[in-house]
């Protein structure tokens, strides 16, 4: 079980940034409430709601260590502050839209010291199959972090929903101010330090954006953040599509079948169909994605020097 006895010190803190969260928190709180492990965890929240998550939480899971802002806080501002309160040796994150498996805290514990890793993180699954916006824009943001099963593997990104630090790290390193595209360049980072490692069998369940409005806001926002975190990943990528703007609104062209070989060798056959199901409504994602790049891009040229 989780703990936040004052007796009992945890090997493992699990923060979570919540914003308008009260619709998923209950789910979250739970899967986390039941891991599977002899693991000592706590799990810290970092609330800036206004929806009455904190209430729930104060109520029903008095077991969390909760700090509510009356302010809105980014996602980045939210880890970072949770780091802040953690006591444990290793710091997990995870969000409210999220639901763990039952050996998460286990899996992503033991691959630490297997793999003498500085970050671990895992694989994310759809919950939200139904839906076909929910599903084209679970593979346009999580298509490189898709269970495929295996042994862990290293790697240079980790997903903030699903992801893991040494303590250590945080003396020099913190997350961006940002609430998309932090996690990118966190682990990114992090990869320069050290290993960080793909745990396959520790899955999470992410509950996707739903309705054709919001899955295209959303995915503009993500090529937006892309070009700020991108910028630093892969200058020379960047400098040349800000040479030549109108080339990102070809990208689609270059993601939708890059997608398409993860999910054939990563993801199993289900998994495979759905996508080739819904490829119409994941290319319509693709170039709102392209054209938020492509925004992203003019606005860094028009800044001043």
Known sequence: MSTSDAESIPQVSIIIPSYQSARHIRKCLSALEEQKTQVVYEVVLVDSSSDGTDGIVS???????MTHFPDRKTTGQGRNLGIGLARGRFILFTDTDCVACPEWVERMYDAFDEYSALGVGGPMANSTPWSPTGTAGFYLEFFRFQAGGGEPFPVHFLVGGNSGFRREIFQDTSYSDDSLGEDMLFSWRASRKGTIMFVPNAEILHSNRSGIRLFLTYQRKIGRAAVKYRSVVSPRAIGIFRLLPI????????????????????ANLRDLISFLLYWPVCFAGSFAWAWGFREALNRSERKPA
């Open 59 to 65: 109520s029903e899971f008095p077991w969390v260590r």
């Open 247 to 266: 080339a990102s609104m070809l990208l689609p062209f270059v993601i939708i079948p890059w997608i398409s070989a993860v999910t054939l060798v990563r």
